[in-house]
C-alpha cells in the first residue's frame, strides 16, 4: 500500500510569508504527527491529530497551526516567516495509537529566506 | 519528565565489524521502545519496536536491541556493518501516560570505514 506522501518536498519562501504542508497517511491510519528536525534541535514535536481532533500539541509558539479533513488527510500551516523556521518538516501516522510504531513520510525541507 | 539519551552523536565502525548504538530512558513506567534509522534527505524509517513480550527484538536489515528494565536501556546492535547502514538512528520512547507521545533521542550518526 502506498506510505505517507508529504507535499511539496521542497519550499522556499521569504520572511513574513506563511506557508501551508500537507501530509497524506497511509489509508486506514487515523492518527497524524507533525515534527520539526533541525541540525541545532534534533527531531521535535509538534502536533498530533486523530480523527480530526488534536490530541496533543508540542511547545511551539502559535503561529505554527494544523488541521485534519474527515478523510486523514493533515496540513500543518505556518504563518508569518522567520528564518528559524527553516527545516524538514515530517509528517508520521499510525493506525491507532503511537504504540505500534509511526509510518513517516519523507519530509517537506522549507527554506525560509 | 521522560527523556532518552544516546550516547555519542557520531559512532564510526569499520565494515564487517560490531555496531552498538547505545540509548538509555527515564521513565518510572515500562515504556514502549523503537529505533528509527534515516538516510539523507529522508524521511525516518522503524527498525524495530518493543512493546512486551520477548526484550530482545529483531528488526529489518539484521538489527536487534534489547530491552533491560533493569539498566533502562535498549542498545541497538548489528554483528557486521555493511556500508549501506550508514545513515542517522534514533531511539524513541513513548508512554501510555503521555497519550503515546513519542520522546526522542538526539540522534547519532552511524559511519562506515571501508
Known amino acids: 500500500k502506498a506510505g505517507v506522501t508529504q507535499t511539496p518536498r521542497y519550499l522556499i519562501k521569504t520572511r513574513g510569508q506563511q506557508v501551508t504542508l500537507s501530509c497524506s497517511p497511509i489509508?486506514?491510519?487515523?492518527?497524524v504527527s507533525w515534527y520539526q528536525q533541525t541540525p541545532g534541535q534534533g527531531l521535535q514535536f509538534l502536533f498530533e491529530?486523530?480523527?480530526?481532533?488534536?490530541?496533543n500539541k508540542g511547545n511551539f509558539p502559535g503561529r505554527f497551526s494544523g488541521r485534519q479533513f474527515s478523510n486523514s488527510r493533515s496540513e500543518m500551516n505556518v504563518s508569518t516567516l522567520e528564518l528559524g523556521d527553516s527545516a524538514l518538516y515530517l509528517c508520521?501516522?499510525?493506525?491507532?495509537?503511537?504504540?505500534?510504531?509511526?509510518?513517516f513520510g519523507s519530509g517537506t525541507r522549507l527554506t525560509v529566506v | 519528565a521522560q527523556s532518552v539519551t544516546q550516547l555519542g552523536s557520531h559512532v564510526s565502525v569499520s565494515e564487517g565489524a560490531l555496531v552498538l548504538l547505545r540509548c538509555n530512558y527515564s521513565?518510572?513506567?515500562?515504556?514502549?521502545l523503537f529505533w528509527y534509522v534515516q538516510y539523507p534527505n529522508q524521511g525516518l524509517q522503524l527498525l524495530l519496536k518493543?512493546?512486551?513480550?520477548a526484550t530482545l527484538v529483531k528488526g529489518i536489515n539484521g538489527f536487534e536491541a534489547e530491552f533491560k528494565k533493569s539498566e533502562t536501556s535498549f542498545h541497538l546492535t548489528k554483528p557486521s556493518a555493511h556500508m549501506s547502514d550508514a545513515a542517522e538512528y534514533f531511539c524513541?520512547?513513548?508512554?501510555?501516560?503521555?497519550?503515546?507521545?513519542?520522546?526522542w533521542g538526539a540522534g547519532t550518526k552511524l559511519i562506515i570505514k571501508p
Open positions: 491529530y486523530f480523527s480530526e481532533t488534536q490530541r
Open positions: 489509508s486506514g491510519h487515523r492518527s
Open positions: 521513565s518510572s513506567v515500562p515504556p514502549y
Open positions: 508520521a501516522s499510525s493506525s491507532k495509537t503511537g504504540n505500534y510504531g509511526y509510518t
Open positions: 518493543y512493546t512486551t513480550g
Open positions: 524513541a520512547v513513548t508512554l501510555m501516560d503521555s497519550n503515546y507521545q513519542l520522546i
